[in-house]
């Protein structure tokens, strides 16, 4: 979006075996592989990661468990949930789980920390109710593995986990769907081998709601759930990235990939990137397209699900920063970053955290993680959407700045403010002139007939 129509809306701001401490600022620790997802009242949960902050184990890298409310609009805020340090009264620390906002609760799955030369992985699947409790699904006899790096997206009343990591590097291919209701797990099907779908972690899975999927505007019936990239382990080699989009329907079990034109371009195969759905179409974020300690990539996707089209996305002003291990959630209700007759869409994509990899002159590499907050606002041209900065990377949030509608009325007004000020000098100054005229002279001082003590 061109810069008069640029800004930003209102904002401001484990377990005994990992470091914690409490944290008593108002945003979240910088923080990688986090769980962030939005709710049906418009909010957003954060929860766990992995984090280096000055504010936490003295600047050296810890485990998190902490829960954050973040609640987007005029009024922007974090907020965290506390829970008490009783055990059993919320999940551990971990990063690299996976989980998303069921009928207005959070449902977690899985996990991983390193304790020393240890490595735990995590089979427990929680759920925060009504932001304000914790609660541990009880385990049954039909229960996934343990795993990290998988990826999970609702669709009506399931939460759908798929792929991850085990141990020893062990990829998974696997799919599971758990009813919320009947609190039950149950295996999905997943596509045949030689289909091209590989096992993999590190991709993305997001919910989609029915929507038109033809040029005729029919509309889909049913919920269902887009997976993207990620990393597959080979026979020669783990760096095997994937770019294809296969979406899976809970209501018929069933899988298909969605191809575009051959000739259509994509984006670069990666993994670790972030995802979100919003108005018809996925966009994906960022994230890393090898295993080498290289710069993670700062470019935005999107994908139509009508006509099967990616569109690499151009925009003006500041933007995040590249990164990788970020997560990303929609904000279907926010509003237009612009007047409608600029093309600008209701809702927006929102950003948060990751890790930046910094190339220094030595060639040693520093790797910078965030807590930030970004929106992106898209609009009908690929080159009018616009990034904004909700939350900075200091530990703050902005000070509370006008909406782009707002602002581009605020300097309308001021120019026609400015107008009329200018209008109003000139007619002052012709008042006078006329005024001077009408008395038929002038008057003795201007006369030069005032002088000394008589002045």
């Not at 008593?24 to 984090?51: C, H, N, W």
């Not at 090898?290 to 993670?296: G, K, R, Y």
């Amino acid at each position: 979006m061109k810069p008069h129509c640029h800004a930003v809306l209102l904002a401001a701001l484990a377990s005994a075996h990992a470091p914690k401490a409490d944290n008593i600022s108002q945003t979240p620790y910088r923080r990688k592989a986090a769980v962030f997802a939005s709710l049906e009242d418009g909010t957003a949960v954060l929860f766990s990661g992995k984090t280096k902050d000055e504010r936490v184990n003295n600047g050296h890298m810890a485990y998190v468990g902490d829960t954050w409310l973040f609640t987007p609009g005029p009024a922007s805020f974090w907020r965290r949930l506390h829970f008490g340090d009783e055990r059993g009264s919320r999940p551990g620390p971990r990063w690299k789980s996976a989980g998303d906002g069921v009928n207005g609760n959070l449902y977690i799955f899985g996990g991983h920390v390193q304790r020393g030369s240890h490595s735990f992985y995590y089979d427990d699947m929680w759920v925060l109710e009504k932001q304000s409790t914790w609660r541990e699904i009880e385990k049954k006899d039909v229960w996934p593995p343990a795993r990290r790096g998988h990826a999970a997206a609702h669709a009506d009343d399931l939460l759908v986990i798929v792929g991850g990591r085990q141990h020893h590097s062990e990829c998974l291919r696997d799919a599971w769907a758990f009813n919320s209701t009947s609190e039950v797990w149950r295996k999905t099907s997943t596509p045949p081998k030689g289909s091209g779908y590989g096992c993999r972690w590190g991709h993305s899975a997001t919910a989609i709601p029915p929507i038109p999927t033809a040029k005729d505007g029919s509309v889909q019936s049913e919920h269902t759930i887009a997976v993207f990239g990620g990393r597959q382990k080979t026979k020669k080699s783990y760096d095997y990235h994937d770019s294809s989009v296969w979406v899976y329907s809970p209501k018929w079990d069933a899988w298909r990939e969605l191809n575009g034109p051959a000739d259509a371009s994509r984006p670069q195969a990666r993994d670790h990137h972030a995802a979100a759905y919003l108005d018809g179409a996925l966009y994906i974020h960022g994230g890393k397209v090898t295993d080498q300690a290289t710069s993670a990539n700062d470019d935005l996707w999107r994908f139509d699900f009508v006509t099967h089209i990616w569109q690499q996305l151009s925009y003006d002003g500041k933007v995040p920063r590249s990164r990788y291990l970020h997560s990303a959630c929609s904000w279907p209700s926010a509003p237009r970053a612009a007047p409608a007759a600029l093309g600008a869409r209701r809702g927006a994509v929102l950003l948060f955290g990751g890790e930046h990899i910094k190339s220094r002159r030595n060639g040693k590499k520093k790797y910078v993680r965030f807590d930030d907050v970004w929106g992106y606002w898209a609009a009908r041209a690929p080159t009018d959407g616009t990034w904004v900065r909700l939350v900075d990377n200091a530990g703050g949030t902005k000070e509370p700045v006008l909406s782009p509608f707002a602002l581009v009325g605020v300097r309308v007004a001021s120019a026609v403010l400015v107008v009329l000020l200018s209008l109003g000098v000139v007619a002052l100054g012709l008042f006078h002139r006329f005024s001077q005229q009408s008395m038929g002279g002038t008057s003795a001082f201007e006369a030069g007939a005032c002088a000394g003590d008589a002045c």
